[in-house]
């Protein structure tokens, strides 16, 4: 079993940065690929980026690519994801969550944290 705890979130400004963290117990997490969701009220949990259990292995969502980095640190039992050049439309409560294999489908995932917001002013 996987227990998640997601930190970092907050309010910054368009064109800013954010790194969110989540920390996991459990003796699994090193064996477990991890994923950073996103939802805002009314809309459907969005996929934004996983790595795999050696962090060899990352996807990310269109939205994702090229602003957002996930990384995992294995001895820290965290996993983190960088987000640069923030949008308004970036503003959701970030979840992650724990996968046997990288998946965009949150279906896939059977742990998850209780969420960070994220908020990006214009």
């Known amino acids: 079993q996987v227990q998640l705890a997601e930190s970092g979130g907050g309010l910054v400004q368009a064109g800013g940065s954010l790194r969110l963290s989540c920390a996991a117990s459990?003796?699994?997490?090193?064996?477990?690929?991890m994923g950073w969701f996103r939802q805002t009220p009314g809309k459907e949990r969005e996929f934004i980026a996983t790595?795999?259990?050696?962090?060899?292995?990352?996807y990310y969502s269109d939205s994702a690519q090229g602003r957002f980095t996930i990384s995992r640190d294995n001895a820290e039992n965290t996993v983190y994801l960088q987000m640069n050049s923030l949008k308004p439309e970036d503003t959701a409560l970030y979840y992650c969550?724990?996968?046997?294999?990288?998946?965009?489908?949150?279906?896939?995932?059977?742990?998850w944290g209780q969420g960070t917001q994220v908020t990006v002013s214009s």
């Open positions: 969550a724990a996968a046997s294999y990288p998946s965009r489908r949150k279906y896939d995932y059977a742990y």
């Open positions: 459990g003796r699994t997490f090193r064996n477990s690929a």
């Open positions: 790595i795999g259990w050696g962090g060899g292995t990352t």
